[in-house]
């Protein structure tokens, strides 16, 4: 019997997949995967340029239920981890295209790191490694 050995996608809650994929790309600086018809649903997709492997979904929030969900699907704690080689400078430049930060980068012991939000209210935890 074969084991799971990966994640392969990520459903993210939205209003509209065309203004998630315009933050995503525009602001965040992912990269569009797929974008195509699939059955009476919309395949959208994107991940950061240099990942392959796992993509975030778009999935369009079309019941109450998925509406209540969208942008708290953490709950209040951080959604995902996006890393970075410099967070300070990614900071900067996040900020500059006007994404939302709760704070500025600071030092923890495994890294430099800093909270952001997408436009539904997702929050990400930008986070920079201490390299060993």
């Known amino acids: 019997m074969k084991t799971v050995n990966?994640?392969?996608?990520?459903?993210?809650?939205?209003?509209?997949?065309?203004?998630?994929?315009?933050?995503?790309?525009?602001?965040?600086?992912?990269?569009?995967?797929?974008d195509l018809p699939?059955?009476?649903?919309?395949?959208?997709?994107?991940?950061?340029?240099?990942?392959?492997?796992i993509e975030l979904t778009f999935v369009v929030a079309?019941?109450?239920e998925k509406r209540r969900a969208m942008g708290k699907q953490a709950?209040?704690?951080?959604f995902l981890t996006l890393e970075s080689d410099d967070c300070r400078k990614e900071y900067k430049a996040l900020k500059a295209k006007g994404v939302k930060f709760y704070g500025k980068p600071e030092v923890q012991q495994w890294g430099v790191d800093v909270v952001l939000e997408d436009l539904y209210g997702n929050l990400?935890?930008?986070?920079q490694r201490f390299k060993h």
């Open 6 to 34: 990966k994640i392969g996608h990520i459903t993210l809650l939205v209003k509209d997949q065309d203004e998630a994929l315009k933050f995503y790309t525009e602001k965040l600086g992912f990269q569009k995967r797929q």
């Open 38 to 53: 699939l059955g009476n649903m919309r395949w959208v997709t994107v991940s950061p340029k240099g990942q392959t492997d």
């Open 62 to 64: 079309d019941t109450e």
């Open 124 to 127: 990400f935890d930008l986070v």
């Open 75 to 78: 709950g209040d704690h951080v």
